[in-house]
T-cell receptor, first 111, second 114 residues
Framework: DAGVIQSPRHEVTEMGQEVTLRCKPI?????LFWYRQTMMRGLELLIY????????DSGMPEDRFSAKMPNASFSTLKIQPSEPRDSAVYFC?????????FGPGTRLTVT | DAKTTQPPSMDCAEGRAANLPCNHS???????VYWYRQIHSQGPQYIIH???NNETNEMASLIITEDRKSSTLILPHATLRDTAVYYC???????????????FGQGTTLQVKP
């Protein structure tokens, strides 16, 4: 298996623009997680899905953030409008039995 | 807030065993102890997990005290590639209402030296 795939790997955008991050989980995994990592706050869980249904979005910072999982093999995290404080590395992870497998992350820079 | 306490940093000589401690005194009966590590600029990597008994896999061994209030991750023969931040996390078992909520603390930065 190719592991968890994320795209793009790097994204640079201007404040106010819409940003869409993409994730393909490992085939057969029924849980999908979105995390954000910054120097100040470390690794934070934003939202997770089970069988394509959002279970807990309490970590989503504000309404500018939204996440979808239209099918078992694809998820998106959207930020609209983006702000400089959204600059971070965003990780997607998937799991089946408990241990989570992380993707390589998307480094987002908002100028 | 993270439910675990780890030393912020540790050093280990290459080829020697690295023993990384973790305190989780408030662990609940249905919570597992998970260990992950993050090598610089990469996503976190799952290492091992356990509930009560000691566990071993190809990467490491996990020793959990009988009262489950602390644990130790052991890398038997550390290499330079093991230099990373190691996270100890307690998390409910899969299928429970809070499954998957990994709360990452600051972890232990392990520096393996030649």
């Amino acid at each position: 298996d190719a592991g968890v795939i994320q795209s793009p790997r790097h994204e640079v955008t201007e404040m106010g623009q819409e940003v869409t991050l993409r994730c393909k989980p490992i085939s057969g995994h029924d849980y999908l997680f979105w995390y954000r990592q910054t120097m100040m706050r470390g690794l934070e869980l934003l939202i997770y899905f089970n069988n394509n249904v959002p279970i807990d979005d309490s970590g989503m910072p504000e309404d500018r953030f939204s996440a979808k999982m239209p099918n078992a093999s694809f998820s998106t995290l959207k930020i609209q409008p983006s702000e400089p404080r959204d600059s971070a590395v965003y990780f997607c992870a998937s799991s089946r039995w408990g241990e989570q497998y992380f993707g390589p992350g998307t480094r987002l820079t908002v100028t | 807030d993270a439910k675990t306490t780890q030393p912020p940093s540790m050093d280990c000589a290459e080829g020697r065993a690295a023993n990384l401690p973790c305190n989780h005194s408030t662990i609940s009966g249905n919570e597992y102890v998970y260990w992950y590590r993050q090598i610089h600029s990469q996503g976190p990597q799952y290492i091992i997990h356990g509930l009560k008994n000691n566990e071993t896999n190809e990467m490491a061994s996990l020793i959990i005290t009988e009262d489950r209030k602390s644990s130790t991750l052991i890398l038997p023969h550390a290499t330079l590639r093991d230099t990373a931040v190691y996270y100890c996390i307690v998390s409910p078992s899969h299928g429970s209402s809070n499954t998957g909520k990994l709360i990452f603390g600051q972890g232990t930065t392990l520096q393996v030296k030649p």
